[in-house]
């Protein structure tokens, strides 16, 4: 059983918003944990990543519009995506950093189309 589970995903217009939320366990409150996403017929990219002391990273294309955040209380960790362009269509994961084949789960579908 994959311990990180993704949802939060849907349909929404460009310039529109969706959090994302991903269900650790308590064993991930010691690790960097991060948001990937894949694009039809691209290669799977980092989008964020928080560390344990609650210190965001950004990708270029994600500053400014994605904020990362993590609730070690709850065992989650969400990216609020606002701003959304097509381009940020994609299958959205959540992994450590640096990732690990163990953790790759399902997965959330993102689609920006009007």
């Known amino acids: 059983q994959v311990p990180l589970v993704e949802s939060g995903g849907g349909l929404v217009p460009p310039g529109g918003s969706l959090r994302l939320s991903c269900k650790t366990t308590?064993?991930?409150?010691?690790?960097?944990l991060a948001w990937y996403r894949q694009a039809p017929g691209k290669e799977r990219e980092l989008v964020a990543s928080?560390?344990?002391?609650?210190?965001?990273s950004y990708e270029d294309f994600a500053k400014g519009r994605f904020t990362i955040s993590r609730d070690n209380a709850k065992d989650t960790v969400d990216l609020q995506m606002n701003d959304l362009t097509p381009e940020d269509t994609g299958v959205y994961y959540c992994n450590t950093r640096p990732s690990s084949q163990d953790y790759w789960g399902q997965g959330t579908q993102v689609t920006v189309s009007a």
């Open positions: 928080i560390s344990t002391f609650d210190y965001p």
């Open positions: 308590h064993i991930f409150n010691i690790k960097t």
